[in-house]
């Protein structure tokens, strides 16, 4: 549960400041979620329920992948595979490299004497989840200023995919200025 108190949190914040969120896509198109009780300002219990029902839903997902990927780790590790990406330098060569490297040999160097690449692997995080906001360019800038301490700013606990998203997303608004 401890994703919906998030979620609810997030409500509030955004009735705080007037932003309607609401969902366009499939059964529940057109749902707002920020809607309040007209008498005593309270989300909507129906709003209270759908988000938690969603949260539960994405809760059991979440754990019916992980209990199929330990399954086939168990399945995998049973014949005999260790998992994971293959090294790109073969295990024997590693002392030899790590000795190089440690010697002062460049990285660029290392890479091109045993045929592998210097620049590294891309590795895709996160969650993946996108919020789309359609309000006026105001309500944009106020968003920005909120997650501001998303910007890389040193200190900040941002991560690397955070800061992604807050430059991406400061991008797009300061494009809808021009």
Known sequence: MRGTGRILDVLDVLHRDQVALRIHDDAFSAMDLTARHPRTGGLLSTVKFMVQAL???G?????????LTYDGLRAAEAKGSKGGQRPA????????VRTAYLEGRSIAALARDHGVSDEGVTVGSGQGYTLRVSAILAVHRQLLAHCQSLDGTPGTSATPAQRKAHREYANRVSNLDQ
Not at 59 to 67: N, T
Not at 89 to 96: C, F, I, L, S, Y
């Open 89 to 96: 330098v073969a295990t024997e060569k590693t002392e030899a």
């Open 59 to 67: 809760e059991l997902q979440r754990d019916l992948q992980r209990g």
């Open 55 to 57: 949260a539960d839903a």
